[in-house]
């Protein structure tokens, strides 16, 4: 299988969750879509899709409903990936470098490292972190390889709309307790609930199509004192699945 890696890193955990905003751009989840006709690795929030470099995926790895490696290739277009899953793929967990961006003497959010922006003092490297049920899967297990992700309780393409069932939020297999996470990150990213002494969060499958759940945590910035392109690390987790109409004759 074709395995995208650079040394990934564990950082300390803050104990609380930001709702993205509109002047967020690094606030953005990562999630599998259709995209004209084609599977496409989307970054956005909400009803907004962004364009980002694809050479910043970090890792891509393929799963069959055993949660056996899986051969699966990333393409890449101008500015997305996107697969050409195989019919033994199920889950596809993602890790995308999504870059830095740097506040000005103005304000403004300028997507370059602070040591490449006069007069900013804060800067953000942004990172996504992604597990995605394309397919169903003959029992959930956690992502060995994902440093952060939501676990479902049961396999999410299995649900029908309206159905309610638990997530729990990981940190190196360790739960994360009362953080908010956006239940509905397509269409109500800015309402969150809140994560349970064990990490556990009940959401609602709330669409026939594709559901996205989500958080964005500030972490510290890993390279702290070894380079100035950032102040702080953020991350974004997101979970996602597909429900797929039944088909009528």
């Given at each position: ?92 967990d993602v890790i ?54 939501f676990v479902p ?97």
């Open positions: 299988m074709k395995r995208i890696s650079q040394k990934l890193f564990s950082v300390l955990l803050a104990t609380s969750c930001i709702i993205s905003t509109p002047i967020s751009s690094f606030a953005h989840g990562a999630w599998f879509a259709q995209r004209t006709d084609r599977t496409q690795l989307v970054v956005g929030e909400g009803w907004k899709d962004n364009g980002y470099d694809p050479n910043g995926l970090l890792m891509m790895n393929a799963y069959s409903a055993q949660y056996n490696f899986t051969a699966l290739e990333p393409q890449k277009g101008d500015n997305y990936l996107y697969i050409n899953p195989t019919d033994d793929v199920s889950v596809v995308l470098d999504y870059g830095y961006w740097s506040n000005n003497a103005e304000g403004k959010w300028i997507p370059k490292p602070m040591d490449e922006v006069e007069g900013s003092t804060i800067g953000t490297h942004a990172l996504k972190y992604s597990v995605n049920y394309l397919k169903s899967v003959d029992n959930v297990q956690p992502m060995l390889d994902m440093p952060y992700q309780s049961a396999d999410p393409t299995k649900l029908n709309v309206g159905d309610v069932f638990a997530v729990q939020l990981l940190h190196e297999g360790q739960p994360m307790a009362n953080v908010d996470i956006i239940p509905d990150v397509m269409n109500h990213h800015t309402v969150t609930t809140k994560t349970d002494a064990n990490g556990f969060a009940y959401v609602t499958a709330v669409n026939g199509g594709t559901n996205v759940i989500g958080c964005e945590m500030v972490v510290p910035y890993e390279n702290e004192g070894k380079d100035k392109k950032a102040t702080r690390s953020k991350v974004f987790v997101s979970l996602s699945y597909t429900l797929y109409p039944e088909e009528t004759d």
